[in-house]
């Protein structure tokens, strides 16, 4: 199965005092913050100065029924996810699903995604959550065109 | 600050495991498990496959009073630090501290990094951990040589 890295994400209290503490590690904001409705996350990708490598996905929640909401509550947020981009997402899930991982949420469109960066016209983001035994939640990611 | 992302560390129950799960995302082993004695993992590198972007550290506790143990006891593992590389491992750490980070660890020798990747004859690897006010756990980390 073909990935590559899309990003890591981490709950936040406040996107804005995290982004400047990250900004000390050489890291910049790439997107606006931006709402997305399904997820109930306010959502803010940041990036290395030198555009090489990973970003990070600073998430807030929107509401108190926002499934990060929880996470904050008792964790008091941290890195959340592992974000893995693939070109088919409902093969992916059920790959991952056959070799052991837990659905946590099958795939759904990502409005924020898109209109973070501009994707979308032709068809949406999708993104689906799947879970290893040792809680590593794992995102699947297939990007807008 | 110059840095770069060194790595993701991941804490599990059983390496082994986990490995074969992130083997379906396409990711493989770089490293055999090593332990390091100061801080009482045994750790395991994973890079994907086209050798390009991040890697992931999977750790197990080597015993109860390892730093990670709690972690694992508590929220079952998953996601736990994210590693910054840097070229001054002391000037770094003050940096952060300075701008709002929580010291949890100042710089140590990290052998088990070093008989990882065969660094160390010259220099030591170093590490040390910082944390955000939203619970994020920044690894520093200055390659040994």
Redesign the interface.
Known sequence: ?????NH?G?????IE??AK??G???MKALTRPEPDPIQKVTACFLG?EDG???Q?ELLEPTDDTSPVANFLAK????????C?EVDDIDSAAK??ES???RVVSRPVECIGYDRSFGLGEKAPTRIAFLM???????ELLQKGR
């Open positions: 199965m073909p990935t590559r890295l890591i981490v709950v936040v209290h406040d005092e995290v503490l990250l000390t590690l050489g290395q090489e490598g990973f990070v964790k008091g947020g941290g890195l959340h996810h592992l893995f790959g991952l070799r052991g991982y290893t035994s040792s809680k590593l939640l794992v």
